[in-house]
Nanobody
């Protein structure tokens, strides 16, 4: 049984930082592209970042480039999202997901397993 679980969300002031973690189990982790999405209240879920199977390639939505960093540790079946220079518009529930093949996989349908999400709230 595949499980994906995010952690690390919270309340932070604008300009602050958070590190989100995602633990995956029940799958051959190194065979999956991993991605982060987010969904703000009243908005559709949007792609944030993706990392290739080996971790050698990363891809970001323009709005987070230079502020967010995605990384992974295949030995621990973990993927991370470092959020720096946070803005109020980054407030959202952040989701981690696995993709069996697509790169960079910016669409929800590219991903098969999803976590329950972790709330990030940035105050102004």
């Amino acid at each position: 049984q595949v499980q994906v679980a995010e952690s690390g969300g919270g309340l932070v002031q604008a300009g602050g930082s958070l590190r989100l973690s995602c633990a995956a189990s029940g799958l051959t982790f190194g065979s999956y592209t991993m991605g982060w999405f987010r969904q703000a209240p009243g908005k559709e879920r949007e792609f944030v970042a993706a990392i290739s199977r080996s971790g050698g390639s990363t891809y970001y939505v323009d709005s987070v480039k230079g502020r967010f960093t995605i990384s992974r540790d295949n030995a621990k079946n973990m993927v991370y999202l470092q959020l720096n220079s946070l803005k109020p518009e980054d407030t959202a529930v952040y989701y981690c997901a696995s993709s069996p093949g697509s790169w960079p996989g910016t669409r929800m349908y590219n991903y098969d397993y999803w976590g329950q999400g972790t709330q990030v709230t940035v105050s102004s």
